[in-house]
């Protein structure tokens, strides 16, 4: 099973007008020189900037994806954004379940899990983010929590072709710390099986793991030739469009 590579940048609580604009140019070009690469581009700005970052990759094969999204379509839900609005504007991804909005924002697996059937049903790509923290993987409990984030926030009818897992350990996110390579490969094969189990055998072989945590471009190729690690979500090095495409080139 051929899984398409993806590079996938958490932009995050970052950028004003100017500096969204001017970064989306450059990853636009950048991408658009780089046509024989296999990877699948995308990136997530903050809700203010998707209009405008979708108009700067214009002509680019770079998908447009947003940070969260609320689980109903319309109505009495201040401050949240719903899955039609962000398919209006050209998303074609969103990121949920981030480490940051299950501790910013209290998310459970259980919300995780609503608001993907709602992204689905409103014709979103999702990018389900679990990881565990550092206190749960001092206590060894990584594999564990990361299997029951999977049971609990992957909708029972996913598919590979409108999901996209991110194995995210909380303490590697922001921090320049890793897990080892070796550490990365066992949780990514520990959550296809528990894809497998809840999706069937062949869901899950095509469904993609991404890692997150810390990626720069000094270490983006150890984690990206590893057998279950089918490409990158990357925050802080994706706000610099060399860093950024500097990690896609480690496998283009
Ligand atoms: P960093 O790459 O800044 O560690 O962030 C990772 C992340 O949280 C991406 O969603």
């Not at 398919?87 to 998310?107: Q, T």
């Not at 608001?115 to 594999?143: M, P, S, Y």
Request: hydrophobic share 40%; net charge positive; proline share 4%.
């Amino acid at each position: 099973m051929v899984r398409k590579i993806m590079i996938a940048g958490n932009w995050k609580m970052n950028g004003c007008l100017e500096d969204g604009v001017k970064l989306a140019k450059e990853v636009a070009s950048a991408v658009k020189s780089r046509n024989k690469c296999p990877c699948e581009f995308v990136v997530c700005p903050p809700f203010t900037l998707l209009y405008s970052v979708k108009k700067a990759l214009r002509g680019a094969k770079v998908a447009l994806g947003a940070q969260d999204a609320h689980f109903n379509v319309k109505g009495a839900h201040t401050g949240d954004i719903s899955p039609v609005m962000l398919k209006n504007i050209g998303c074609s991804y969103v990121i949920l379940g981030h480490s940051e909005r299950r501790a910013d924002h209290f998310e459970t697996s259980k919300l995780v899990n609503k608001k993907a059937v709602a992204a689905h049903e409103n014709g979103l790509k999702t990018i389900i983010c679990i990881g565990e923290t550092e206190k749960q993987r001092d206590e060894g409990k990584t594999i564990e929590v990361c299997s029951a984030q999977i049971r609990e926030s992957v909708p029972d009818n996913a598919t590979a072709a409108d999901t996209v897992i991110a194995y995210e350990p909380v303490w590697a996110i922001g921090t320049g710390k890793t897990p080892t390579a070796s550490d990365v490969e066992e949780v990514h094969a520990a959550v296809r099986k528990v894809l497998s189990q809840k999706l069937g055998n062949r869901v899950a072989s095509a469904m993609r793991i991404l890692y997150g945590g810390s990626v720069k471009p000094n270490n983006a190729k150890e984690f990206l030739s590893l057998p279950d690690v089918d490409g990158a979500l990357i925050g802080g090095a994706s706000l610099k469009s060399e860093d950024f495409m500097s990690i896609a080139d480690s496998v283009c």
